[in-house]
């Protein structure tokens, strides 16, 4: 403890100050004591914090719950006042040094007994603190101090406050860093809102420094980009901890918060005998002085006491330090307080970010460029869709080859699976929005350059120019979203936006394209894709924003290689299975279709090995071994079954049982989009009170029984009364079920990997379409082979045809249910902001 120095208040509320404990960035603790002479710590909130109504709210609910934390190892919060003019909080003072001083200065690394004791207090000190409805958020060294009996928290709950204050949860408007660099978990490096499980991982790294004197992943060592990189991919140094409490600590340590133990797990394997001394004589030595110096430490008077005292005080004995006290009040400078260090403290509350290079705030015009980004996909799936409606025009008035059609289905699906994650990867490394603009530039290229064919080699080319352009625009435009949007509901209202128009997007495509037909020619159908690509190419130059990505990176060759091959293998042969050549479509078990298959699926194996061994990996390896984020690609993978058939029955009802026109058909399908819409909009409501796990599989379900009424439906039925129940149905849930299976797959990126991150999740998409055209085709021709019985004629036999191919895709949404059931984990929660009780 220090003397106070000219400028400190010589009281706070009703307690008298005699020393300065310490400072950090939230303010200055003092040691007071009250009338009744007790003695306690007093935390004086910064006054520029304090100018803030929205901190003062937190505060006062932050220091209510913190009141309710209970325990033998938390320091007790006794007072507070939230409304003063600086808010202050008062708590029991535990007179003992904290682990910093015991590890860093006094004694060294802890032995084996203590580290073990360490632990259990600690464990039951997280759970005393959750119980309350808090997280500590700041679980570090010089929060924990160290006293004969044990350790004791403190500072629980009140950092939260600083929320208020932040654009992230990282950085305040004033350019501070929320948390300490040594000790912060993954998911507070990235910004994101936090769980209890937090809390555990910043008990390992805790544990880490008692037992080694070591702060993890180097947090002094480089600055604080470098070390949130390692947080984030790395494993943790565990060279020096105890061999039993290796395995703890590791669970401790673990990337994906629902793999941690709990504290009453945590506690309950380390139970330690408490009445056994914890630390070792020259500890509790130490101690021992301390609480001597403590006895004997006297205040000195400041002038600003002596001009408060009383005129008729008598006199007493002269002290040297009233003497220098008395000289103060001469004209002459005031002593300053020491300059501080010239580099901050390793466990200081906050840390200036200007030391580091603070991440930006929120950029401003982000919703016009959600529009933009909108306007990008939608421009993938019309002119996808124009290609395929013209094709059979095209072929014959080009006279195509008999396998033309497919070959141009081919050169398309080929480039586009086959360079997605090309695409998501130059995103990490070249910029985003860069990579959006290739791909609307690309995209533009390719309807000019099909408009403009004069024969068959060059719509193949225009195809494969317009499915390596699209690869380009989806994974930057979702990477775009992942990092554009920071604060946890814009983002997930954003994802909404997103899964809205993945799930109808590709409805509404098919009828927009027919219109085009209806009043065009085909050429002029492909033209018409150009200025829509040219007004999305403008507004991603002027109105998109991207954050830094990547720097320092290498182009991850291998990497592309086997994943674009694997990807590509695999399209080419559901292709194969899908069309066949010459008229005939091989099984499941010929020879050429399991070879590439497998061939694809092995590719892609080896991918994912490698990417968790690459120095600069196309995805990152805490992506692809996260069991949440391999439950969402599953599910979209095997939900994906049911996209072709939805689209294909829809279509067949509407035109040729409904006859509707084209544009007729399009407003039918409005529903279908307005329902993802509303779902997704849900979905962002509901995540506040319910776990994603639930709710996507609550959404597949609602998905699946919306397929299943549209599977009675027949020619004479009335849309209303057939078509569209189950249009909602499959539309509010898919956009409940999507826009959480976006959020939580991309939920922790890193913005140098979002890139990468969205490219893994766009090729699910692709491979279960993929998958879906070859059961959906390979289906429906069985039963279009089979004669129609005596009552089955025309349109009645086609879409009975039609809709048994449904079972397919029910079967494919409820496996994807069952996926994320199984695989996303159930903790992984976002709460709402400002939340009483733990996420």
Not at 282 to 287: H, I
Not at 552 to 562: C, E, K, N
Not at 730 to 747: D, E, P, Q, S
């Amino acid at each position: 403890m220090d003397q106070l120095i000219a400028g400190d208040p010589s009281r706070i509320g009703p307690y008298r100050l005699i020393a300065r404990l310490g400072e950090g960035g939230m303010g200055l603790v003092y040691l007071g004591r009250s009338e009744a002479g007790r003695t306690v710590a007093v935390k004086v909130v910064q006054a520029e914090y304090a100018g803030h109504p929205e901190f003062r709210r937190r505060f006062a609910r932050e220091v209510a719950s913190a009141r309710r934390v209970g325990g033998s190892w938390t320091a007790d919060v006794l007072d507070a006042d939230p409304e003063a003019a600086v808010p202050w909080v008062a708590t029991q003072y535990i007179p003992g040094p904290d682990l910093h001083s015991v590890v860093a200065k006094d004694f060294g690394p802890l032995p084996e007994h203590s580290v073990h004791a360490l632990a259990n207090r600690l464990a039951l000190a997280l759970r005393a603190v959750h119980e309350a409805g808090l997280i500590h958020r700041d679980l570090k060294p010089s929060n924990v101090l160290v006293t004969v009996d044990g350790p004791r928290v403190i500072d629980f709950g009140i950092a939260r406050a600083m929320d208020s204050l932040a654009g992230d949860s990282l950085h305040t408007r004033t350019g501070m860093l929320i948390g300490s660099p040594g000790f912060m978990s993954p998911e507070q490096v990235r910004g994101l809102e936090l769980t209890p499980a937090s809390d555990v991982f910043c008990l390992g790294a805790v544990l880490v420094y008692a037992a080694t004197g070591r702060l993890l992943f180097g947090a002094t060592e480089t600055g604080l980009n470098a070390h949130l990189f390692r947080v984030a991919e790395e494993e943790a140094d565990l060279t020096g901890v105890p061999e039993p409490l290796v395995d703890l600590v590791r669970a401790c340590l673990e990337k994906d918060p629902a793999q941690r133990p709990t504290p009453e797990q945590v506690a309950e394997r380390t139970v330690t005998d408490e009445a056994e001394e914890w630390l070792p004589g020259a500890v509790l030595a130490q101690l021992g002085r301390h609480a001597a110096r403590l006895l004997d430490f006297a205040p000195a008077p400041r002038a600003e006491d002596l001009a408060e005292a009383p005129a008729d005080a008598p006199p007493s004995r002269p002290d040297p330090r009233v003497e220098l006290a008395k000289a103060e009040l001469q004209p002459q400078p005031l002593p300053q307080p020491p300059a501080p260090p010239s580099s901050p403290p390793a466990y200081a509350p906050t840390v200036p970010a200007s030391q580091f290079g603070s991440t930006p705030g929120p950029y401003p015009g982000r919703w016009w460029g959600l529009v933009v980004i909108a306007l990008a996909q939608l421009m993938v799936l019309s002119e996808a869709s124009v290609f395929d409606v013209v094709s059979p025009v095209v072929e014959t008035d080009l006279h195509l080859p008999p396998d033309g059609r497919s070959s141009m289905v081919n050169a398309y699906a080929l480039a586009f699976g086959g360079l997605l994650l090309l695409g998501g990867h130059l995103a990490d490394l070249i910029g985003r929005r860069r990579t959006l603009i290739i791909g609307l530039v690309g995209c533009a290229a390719a309807s000019a350059l099909g408009g403009s064919a004069s024969g068959y080699g060059m719509l193949i080319c225009a195809r494969a120019v317009q499915g390596a352009g699209a690869a380009m625009v989806v994974p930057s435009a979702l990477a775009l979203v992942s990092t554009g949007f920071t604060d946890p509901r814009e983002r997930r209202r954003a994802f909404g936006v997103y899964a809205a128009i993945s799930v109808s997007g590709p409805a509404l495509a098919m009828p927009m394209a027919r219109s085009l037909l209806e009043g065009l020619s085909w050429r002029m159908c492909l033209y018409a894709t150009v200025p829509l690509a040219a007004i999305a190419l403008v507004g991603a130059v002027t109105l998109v924003h991207d954050r830094p990505g990547r720097t320092g990176a290498r182009f991850d060759l291998l990497g592309v290689l086997l994943g674009s091959g694997g990807v590509a293998t695999l399209t080419y042969g559901l292709h194969e299975k899908t069309y066949g050549s010459e008229g005939v479509r091989p099984g499941w078990t010929d020879p050429l279709i399991v070879v590439l298959l497998t061939g694809g699926a092995l590719l892609l194996v080896a991918f994912v090995w490698w990417q968790t061994r690459a120095s600069s990996p196309l995805v990152a390896p805490y992506i692809v071994k996260d069991r949440s984020r391999v439950g969402c690609y599953l599910t979209v993978i095997f939900s994906g079954v049911a996209v072709l058939a939805l689209v294909s029955v829809l279509n067949f009802y509407l035109w040729s049982s409904r006859a509707y026109h084209p544009a007729m058909a399009g407003a039918a399908l409005l529903p279908l989009a307005a329902a993802s819409v509303i779902g997704a909009q849900v979905s962002v409501r509901l995540l506040y009170r319910a776990a994603p796990r639930a709710l996507i599989v609550a959404g597949l379900v609602m998905m699946a029984l919306g397929l299943l009424l549209l599977s009675g439906l027949t020619p004479g039925g009335g849309y209303a009364t057939q078509a569209l129940p189950g249009m909602l149905l499959v539309g509010f849930g898919a956009g409940l079920a999507f826009t959480l299976v976006f959020t939580v797959a991309t939920a922790a990126d890193a913005p140098q990997h979002s890139g990468g991150a969205s490219a893994a999740i766009a090729t699910a998409q692709h491979l279960g379409a993929a998958i879906g055209s070859a059961l959906f085709i390979g289906a429906l021709g069985s039963r279009l082979r089979q004669q129609p019985g005596p009552s089955e004629s025309g349109d009645a036999w086609i879409l009975g045809a039609y809709t048994a191919t449904f079972w397919w895709a029910i079967g494919g949404v409820l496996l994807a249910a069952l996926l994320a059931g199984l695989l996303v984990s159930p903790r992984t929660r976002t709460p709402r902001s400002g939340s009483r009780r733990p996420a």
